[in-house]
Structures are given as C-alpha cells and as structure tokens.
C-alpha cells in the first residue's frame, strides 16, 4: 500500500534507541508504567520521522525519479497524491508533538528540536558534506536523550560517544555507497 510505504514503517527501527538508557540502567522492565511511556517516546519519535521523511521525500520527488530504486517511492512515483502528503505531514507531526507532551515537557520540546533539525536537514544541509552525516549521528544522540528523560535515567558519556560514533560510522557508509552508485550510474543521490 503506498501511504504505509510513504511513512517508511521499517525505519522505525532506529527509534529502538529511545529504550537503550532505560536497557542500560537496568530499569528497562522494573514497572509496566515505566516501559509504556518509553514505548510511548518510542511511538512519538516514529511519527515525528514518519512526518519527515514525508518531508523529504516530497523535497526529492523530482531527483527520486532519476534515481534507480528512490524511482519508486510513492511521491516520486505519483502512487499518493501531494495534497494527502501533506495532510499526513501535519497530522503525524502535529500527534508525535501532543504525545510528547503528554508525557514530558523537557522530551517534547526535544522533539520539537529534532523535528526542526531534520527539516532543517531536508531542506539544505544534506546537501552540505560533513554536516550531513554529522547531523545523522546527532538524530541518534537526540533519540537516546529522549529516552534518558523519559525514563528519568543518567545518561553516560560511553553511550553518547558510542552512540555517536555507531551512528557516524552507518551514516558515512550510506555516503560511501551513494557516492559508488553515483560512479556507476551517473545518477547523483539526494
């Protein structure tokens, strides 16, 4: 179904990382209240990144056509309308900031900024090397302290860094392989 493929559901993934500080402290399962509202944080920051990459897929949808696999992505493929993108854009960023808030002040304004970031990063600063993947690294680092004050649990330097440091290394070989398939097909990647 295009919608669902639109808001990328197995990237959700990479929200898993709002559970880690509770994982780490061994908190993680202490009480069912507790691990509601990380799965909660969870759910948030999935319609935040739902409502983004919307964002940038509608941002692409010409450059997505050029491109060898992008082609088909529901924006680019003309599979769901730009008027219901949009809709969709505000409806799940509009909840994953309400949920947010629901939940903890501190955690929804960071939302809000990794919201502001990822646009920000859509719009221009992809485009920028470095910054790109640096940007990358620090959505992974605003999902584990989204985690840390929602289950009101330290963060450690070692998972920041480590954080970090995974996330940067995923982010430049995603680069590396944008740049061999830019050698390979002449097409550039956005």
Known sequence: MPVLQL???PQWIKNLFVFLPAFFAGRLLDSPEEFIRITLAFLSF?????????VNDYLDREEDRLHPTKKFRPLAAGTVPLSLALILILGLLSLALTLAYS???SFAILLLGYIILNIAYSVRLKHIP???????????????????IVAEVFIS?????MTFLLALFLALAKRREDVLLFNSSGNKTP
Not at 46 to 54: F, K, L, P, R, V
Not at 130 to 148: E, H, K, M, P, Q
Not at 157 to 161: E, G
């Open 157 to 161: 330097r070692w998972i920041i860094l």
């Open 46 to 54: 999935s319609w935040a990144a739902s409502g983004i990459y919307i």
């Open 103 to 105: 939940l903890n002040v």
């Open 7 to 9: 808001l990328r559901i």
């Open 130 to 148: 470095i910054l790109d993947v640096t940007l990358i690294a620090t959505g992974f680092l605003l999902r584990i302290f989204a985690g840390g």
